[in-house]
């Protein structure tokens, strides 16, 4: 799979590159998601243990503090794109790992969508 990293001007390939990345903490297979939004409680939401293919209900601003998005929430899941620290991105739920590591299901503004750990954003870890 090719990694791609995008800087403001262009998308880059980066395959053979030593791009830098923002990491997560090591964690085991996914767990649950939480696909609850902001003032919506948890009952009230769906959680699965599998990369589920939930349908957003919304979108909500965050921005990227440089980092992968990847296909499932861990940071052993393979790269779809690399963010730019700065990059405004949109979440629309989340999900713990079997590890407790808080992962947001984000959108980029190329249209990109895959998770990201938490610490890789400005929403909340």
Not at 31 to 52: F, Q
Not at 83 to 94: K, L, N
Not at 105 to 123: E, H, L, Q
Request: aromatic share 12%.
């Amino acid at each position: 799979m090719q990694k791609l990293k995008r800087g403001a001007l262009a998308v880059v390939a980066a395959v053979g590159f030593g791009v830098a990345s923002g990491t997560a903490p090591a964690s085991a297979a996914p767990a649950t998601v939480d696909t609850a939004a902001p003032g919506i409680s948890s009952a009230a939401a769906t959680t699965s243990t599998a990369n589920p293919g939930v349908t957003p209900l919304a979108w909500y601003k965050t921005t990227a503090l440089g980092g992968p998005i990847r296909t499932c929430y861990s940071s052993s899941c393979d790269i779809v794109v690399y963010t730019y620290d700065g990059e405004p991105i949109h979440w629309s739920h989340y999900a713990y790992n079997s590890a407790g590591n808080r992962w947001y299901y984000v959108k980029d503004s190329f249209g990109y969508t895959g998770w990201t750990y938490c610490g890789n954003v400005t929403a909340p870890c």
